[in-house]
């Protein structure tokens, strides 16, 4: 299976910024007025995820937990055979261990994972997420910089950049819980992503070498050819890419399903920027370079 | 022939040496509290007293101390960490009684002397004459004696006491105390000290001797710990998890191997004897390395397996394409070959650099899941991208691989040059 004939990928690209664009102003929306649901690893607090052999009620549970009588209510998700606890303040060992004697009692082959994280740590970890993403951005700049020119630097910056809010937008929007392991995604889609728009962006280099592009329309059909040719590659890549997260989410451990949650809706961003936002995002830049040649054509 | 006997003897071998050592290997894979049940518990250490110094001596100390508490309290390879200028990681597996560990370890290591009491058997001390406040901080050292021995001394704040007790314990035996711990054979008490300092000796080595020094600083300078951060997964559950996680990439790596053997033929069955390979590799590494497998330890491995399957499909998409132009099949390799190679190193420093971040700012699991990347991304181009090219060229070269066909081509699209 192959395209035989070439598709004009910088034209349906335009239709593509807008659902972008789109996206991005109602992810920002939403990051404004409801921010991110952060789990335990963002702010203090402690997180109780039992393991049960049966399926509970609310009605079951909550004696165990009245029982316990810690603080505050929590927030209670009971799932099939599980249940998650949620504290806003952290407990401590005599509580935890009085929860967990409660619970047992009610099923003893219960089994605990419990996370407790205090205020200071939980905004070290945030802030180490930022500088984290932000020195990646700088790391590949330069890298993209001196292997090919800033305007492949910039346009895949700003793929990376879409790919990486569009995950935390549509955390966002679905109120998902954004974890430690959320963080580790997001970064690791910057990663994918970048390493899928260079591939594309060598093959614009490399067709670049042949023959002079002397107006915008070659350089448009360049930037075309050089994406269909890639295309097989983009399109099976990001399918075993996928594959291989869609199979962590499916049937994965519970503690990295927002993992491999985030993974699999990065990734098919990741293909879609690549083609539709980075590319035609260089052609864009490079047109402008072009302009005074072609207005002084003595020059040329 | 010579070509494609070094082929079958390279894949022969090594198809076996996997075979044999692979579930040796697995058993020996270290796994992450995540994976077996345990607790892990990040502590904040500051000087007991307000304006006490923290050093990284005494960090180091007090980390060394939690290591050795663990121990007596009978659990299995604690793993006790420093962390930064002011954090101690621990990391215990197998935990019954978690409330008491926890307990244990917040106590600060309490120094004592203490005597036989009335009535205490042979051996036994159960009179405490003097605890950690009484002794000048960090003042034990190590000195030599008249015979040139090493032997540990220590002040006392008052002087006068200690001149008391040594007055009535004189010819008597004096224990020193860490915790519930006799230090070293209990001492006698040769003469009346009057200016506050305790000599210890006892035929220890200098290394002895300073280790003793040590641990008494520590004792009567603690570290006060307060946990940040802690994470206590039950062994089911992290069993489960396991099991899981396991099944679910066993499931996506088949499915990969079946998409490339059907897309690329020959060359997909190439490419996915390089992606086991890469994973035995991988598997080896951490075994050499002694890496702790975490959950997302798991995840970095699977996607990685996901994410080397790039390289392979950039090299026979290149190689395909070549071969539509027109060229020869040797010659289509070797372009497909020479141009995939940069594309991919290209690509594989980026993800790197996003790494080498991650690695570089987080912590813990993030910095595990960070490191895995690192080495797979490494492995995957020895595997994917030298391995499997020559893989390829011996096939070529050795005339196994001379139709289109077998990469997957038709014939009707080869155009004419």
């Known amino acids: ?300 | 022939m010579k070509r494609m006997l070094s082929f079958i003897i390279t894949v022969v071998v090594l198809t076996g040496v996997m075979g044999l050592t692979t579930p040796g290997l697995l058993d020996k894979v270290r796994l992450g509290l995540d994976l077996k049940g345990g607790f892990e518990i990040l502590y904040h250490a500051e000087p007991m007293d307000t304006g006490g110094t923290l050093t990284r001596a005494s960090l180091q100390k007090t980390a060394e101390s939690l290591e050795k508490r663990a121990n007596a309290l009978g659990t299995s390879e604690p793993e006790v960490t420093t962390e930064g200028t002011d954090r101690i990681r621990l990391k215990i597996a197998g935990v019954t009684d978690e409330a008491e560990v926890r307990k244990k370890m917040k106590e600060p290591a309490v120094l004592t002397f203490r005597s036989a009491a009335d009535g205490d058997a042979a051996g036994v001390f159960s009179k405490i004459e003097l605890v950690g406040s009484d002794f000048v901080e960090g003042a034990a050292e190590v000195q030599r004696d008249n015979l040139n021995r090493p032997e540990i001394s220590i002040s006392i704040k008052d002087k006068a006491k200690f001149a008391e007790i040594t007055e009535r314990l004189l010819g008597k035996q004096l224990a020193i105390y860490l915790d519930e711990t006799l230090l070293s054979d209990p001492p006698y008490v040769r003469a009346v000290l009057t200016d506050g300092k305790a000599s210890i000796s006892g035929g220890y080595t200098l290394d002895e001797a300073r280790e003793i020094a040590d641990t008494i600083n520590l004792g009567a300078l603690p570290l006060k710990l307060t946990e940040k951060y802690s994470q206590s997964v039950g062994a089911t559950l992290g069993k489960q998890s396991l099991d899981q996680t396991v099944r679910a990439g066993i499931v996506g790596s088949l499915i990969i191997l079946i998409f490339m053997m059907f897309m690329y033929r020959l060359p997909g069955v190439l490419a996915s004897f390089a992606l086991i390979l890469h994973t035995w590799l991988l598997i080896l590494v951490f075994v050499i390395a002694d890496f702790t497998l975490t959950l997302p330890g798991i995840a970095a491995f699977i996607l990685g397996i996901g994410m080397a399957v790039d390289a392979n499909i950039i090299t026979n998409e290149r190689i395909r394409e070549e071969m539509r132009s027109g060229k020869s099949i040797l010659s289509s390799v070797k372009a497909g070959n020479k141009t995939s190679f940069r594309t991919v190193m290209d690509a594989n420093v980026t993800t790197i650099i996003v790494a080498a971040v991650m690695f570089a700012f987080g912590t813990g699991a993030v910095k595990g899941f960070a490191l895995i990347l690192i080495v797979e991304i490494v492995l995957s181009i020895v595997t994917n991208l030298y391995f499997a090219h020559w893989m390829l060229t011996v096939l070529v070269k050795a005339g196994a691989l001379k139709k289109p066909k077998q990469f997957g081509v038709k014939e009707s699209d080869i155009s004419a040059l």
């Open chain 1, 1 to 300: 299976m192959r395209f035989k004939k070439e598709l004009d990928f910088v034209h349906l690209s335009k239709f593509f910024y807008i659902f972008s664009i789109a996206l991005t102003v109602a992810g920002l929306v939403f990051l404004a007025t409801f921010g991110l649901n952060y789990s335990v690893d963002f702010k203090a607090g402690s997180n109780v995820d039992v393991s049960l052999s049966k399926s509970i009620t609310l009605a079951q549970l909550q004696p165990a937990l009245d029982e316990a009588g810690i603080g505050h209510d929590p927030t209670i998700t009971i799932g099939d055979k599980r249940v998650n606890i949620r504290y806003d303040e952290e407990l401590d060992d005599t509580q935890s261990e009085t929860l967990k004697a409660a619970i047992t009692k009610i099923d003893d082959k219960a089994s605990f994972e419990v996370n407790t994280v205090d205020t200071e740590m939980a905004k070290e970890l945030a802030r180490n997420a930022i500088y984290s993403v932000l020195l990646s951005s700088i790391g590949i700049i330069i890298y993209v910089s001196i292997r090919f020119e800033w305007r492949f630097a910039l346009a895949s910056i700003v793929a990376l950049l879409h790919d990486a809010f569009m995950v935390v937008a549509i955390f966002s929007i679905f109120r998902l819980e954004v974890d430690l392991t959320f963080i580790v995604a997001v970064l690791t889609i910057i990663g994918y992503s970048i390493n899928d728009t260079i591939v594309i962006f060598d093959r614009i280099r490399e067709n670049l070498r042949f023959g002079k592009q002397k107006s915008y329309e070659d350089l448009k059909s360049l930037v075309n050819k050089s994406v269909s040719q890639t295309l097989m590659r983009s399109l099976y890549t990001a399918f075993t890419v996928f594959i291989a997260a869609f199979f962590l989410l499916i049937m994965g451990g519970e503690s990295i399903k927002m993992f491999s949650l985030a993974m699999v809706i990065g990734l098919l961003f990741g293909a879609y920027s690549s083609i539709f936002i980075a590319s035609p995002l260089w052609l864009l830049l490079k047109k402008r370079q072009k302009t005074p040649v072609k207005s002084n054509p003595a020059k040329a």
